[in-house]
């Protein structure tokens, strides 16, 4: 069964959360994370991509940028931003976006649990991408990002936390993307026992929604501490580390596009008559259409767009990868007429969060930067724990959730 562990949380000073709280490391590269940090120097990105505030030219995986990421964390602390709770709390963070509210608990994950696959992974990770999490968790000492779970929905859950946020709240702030944050501290000490013990009785796995590496960087980080320690024990904080857990039936995932940047070779017509050997192809006009349903993509192709549906001989529905609409155009389009064989790798391929819209698809095509957009119909919750369930894997660039998590509203020190 899960483990949850409540934590002794540094968290900001409530007139400071909203300019502490950031979004995660990885939505932003390091341009745009010192656009954004400008002018805020309480803003997380310094501890998250401390880069921001050395030279532009450093390397981001140098010695220099972690020790500042230390440096800059440290401060906060020694200046009375970031405070320690005195007793072990659980939390939690609910998120506002389209008029929709989910309520995520905030507690330490269990590293056994990643180990053991108790905690369910649904993409590969990359070392590279693992190695520098690792080497932020090692020097600063804290999960200083929380990461995104999903479990599977559980009633007296929902009403222990429904009690809770019937309470004002510790934090409550709308940022710029118009996302409203709302963060709650559980000090009942029966409340939080009772949600440790149905996690532990009622709850088998979780599941990573978003965040692989930092979980991965996380959960090796704590073994490693496991391993080296003669005095282990398996009640140190390094057993454990920083998560949000979302009951499944609340979250979001959106769209995930692709664009590509040449036909391969052929003519709009030749490129036409390949695919519809696999879709029943229509034509939609210049305005922007949008996948009705599953096994139906739009398509953006020299100023017109497309509805594109798979014949029913090339669907899959015995194979839980094998069904997903990212499969499906792999197989049909951008690999035999495409020749688009490795979505890591491949410079002809770009991918768009559905968060931008599928004006931005236009956009792309519209200038001549890409050749043909391809959108879908997102993948669904119960599909990703399906896949997570059965050990497999999903393609690149499948899942993106929305609101993402922001960074520094809560830390956990290791």
């Known amino acids: ?28 590269n390091s341009e745009e994370a010192r656009e954004e940090a400008t002018g805020n120097p309480f803003s997380f990105l310094h501890v998250v991509k401390p880069e921001i505030d050395l030279p532009q030219d450093i390397d981001h995986y140098s010695p220099a940028v972690y020790n500042k990421g230390k440096e800059n964390l440290e401060k ?13 709390y ?106 440790v013990e149905i996690f532990n009785t009622d709850i088998p796995f979780t599941y990573v929604a978003d965040g692989h590496h930092r979980t991965a960087a996380a959960a090796l980080v704590g ?33 995930y596009n692709r664009v590509v940047k040449d036909l391969n070779g052929l003519n709009t017509t030749e490129f036409l008559g390949k695919i519809r050997k696999s879709f029943e192809i229509s034509e939609k006009g210049s305005q922007i259409y949008k996948p009705s349903g599953k096994a139906n993509f739009s398509m953006c192709l020299e100023g017109k767009w497309y509805s594109l549906s798979a014949k029913p001989e090339v669907l899959n529905d015995r194979d839980p990868v094998g069904k997903l609409d990212v499969t499906l155009l792999s197989k049909q389009i951008l ?18 969060g559905g968060i931008r819209g599928l004006e931005e698809l236009k956009k792309r095509v519209d200038s001549g930067e890409m050749k043909v957009a391809f959108a879908l119909y997102p993948v669904t919750m119960d599909e990703l724990m399906e ?18 998590l922001r960074s520094g509203l809560v830390l956990h020190q290791i």
């Open 1 to 28: 069964m899960a483990i949850l562990k409540p934590f002794r949380g540094f968290r900001p000073l409530k007139k400071y959360a909203k300019q502490i709280a950031s979004r995660p490391y990885d939505v932003l």
């Open 76 to 88: 906060m602390i020694k200046d009375g931003t970031l405070f320690q709770d005195k007793e072990e």
């Open 90 to 195: 659980l939390y939690v963070y609910a998120q506002t976006m389209w008029a929709k509210t989910q309520y995520g608990l905030v507690g330490c994950a269990g590293v056994s649990d990643y180990l053991n696959n108790n905690i369910k992974k649904h993409e590969l990770t990359r070392p590279d991408k693992e190695e520098d999490r690792k080497k932020h968790i090692r020097i600063t000492g804290f999960n200083a990002e929380p990461v995104f779970f999903a479990y599977p929905q559980h009633k007296e859950i929902d009403e222990l936390v429904k009690r809770e946020v019937e309470n004002k709240p510790e934090y409550d702030f709308t940022s710029v993307d118009g996302i409203g944050h709302h963060f709650w501290v559980i000090k009942d000490i029966t409340t939080i026992k009772r949600i």
């Open 223 to 255: 073994d490693e501490k496991r391993r080296a320690d003669p005095n282990h024990s398996g009640q140190e904080e390094y057993n454990y580390f920083l998560a949000v857990h979302f009951p499944a039936n609340q979250l979001r995932i959106i769209d």
């Open 335 to 352: 690999e035999p007429v495409l020749n688009i064989m490795d979505l890591r790798n491949s410079k002809r391929i770009d991918f768009v």
């Open 387 to 404: 896949i997570a369930d059965t050990g497999n894997i999903m393609p690149p660039k499948t899942t993106w959730f929305e609101p993402k």
